[in-house]
């Protein structure tokens, strides 16, 4: 999962499932939200995993509907499933008032 907050310069988490929910494993800053920077941060953590002989392809992952995030994801990730992390939230409050 990776999220951003909305300060002066964006602070991004990327953060993992675990057994007991998510936690942030990682996270960045860049001094403009730009797809290119976005796409900067994911791929340093990715590089930094696989020069310990790792590999880091992940199957899903989730995020903000933001056409950046999602195509800087997409850009270090091809072929990923992506979720938009909003758009889950406001799935599970609908199914909630149907259900």
Known sequence: ????????????FLAVKTNVGYSVVAEFVVENETKDA???GISTIKGWIEEDSWSWQPVQFMTDYCEREIHAIEAV???MILTYF?????L???LN???
């Open 1 to 12: 999962m990776l999220d951003a907050t909305k300060y002066a310069l964006p602070l991004f």
């Open 38 to 40: 976005i796409k900067l």
């Open 86 to 90: 909003n758009g889950y939230i406001n």
């Open 92 to 94: 599970i409050q609908v």
């Open 77 to 79: 990730f091809p072929g």
């Open 97 to 99: 008032l149907i259900l």
